[in-house]
């Protein structure tokens, strides 16, 4: 069974930094792509970031949505089957509920191409 467990959400003031992690557990945590979604109050769930690896590259390829480009960081450790997110200079409109999710393909980034969600993680930007 599939289990992806966020943690690091809290309260921060706007200009400030907070990191999520994301533990994965029930899969081959490497062979999947990895994003982040999240959900404001009274607005629909939306991409963050993707994290896509392939034996076949160097490097794993990032995605991310115009409105966290140049703040967040997304990234992965595949020997411990954690995925991260970075945020930098946090806005009060970074505030929402913030998802780890599993996706159905490589490049992939709807919300309907989730395999499996996390419960979500709390951030709260005030400013």
């Known amino acids: 069974q599939v289990q992806l467990v966020e943690s690091g959400g809290g309260l921060v003031q706007a200009g400030g930094s907070l990191r999520l992690s994301c533990a994965a557990s029930?899969?081959?945590?490497?062979?999947?792509?990895m994003g982040w979604f999240r959900q404001a109050p009274g607005k629909e769930r939306e991409f963050v970031a993707r994290i896509t690896w392939s034996s076949a590259w160097s490097s794993a390829r990032t995605l991310y949505a115009d409105a966290v480009k140049g703040r967040f960081i997304i990234s992965r450790d595949n020997a411990n089957d954690t995925m991260y997110l970075q945020m930098n200079s946090l806005k009060p409109e970074d505030t929402a509920v913030y998802y780890c999710?599993?996706?159905?393909?490589?490049?992939?980034?709807?919300?309907?191409?989730?395999?499996?969600w996390g419960k979500g993680t709390l951030v709260t930007v005030s400013s």
């Open positions: 999710a599993s996706l159905d393909s490589l490049f992939s980034r709807g919300v309907g191409n989730v395999d499996y």
């Open positions: 029930g899969r081959t945590f490497s062979t999947y792509t």
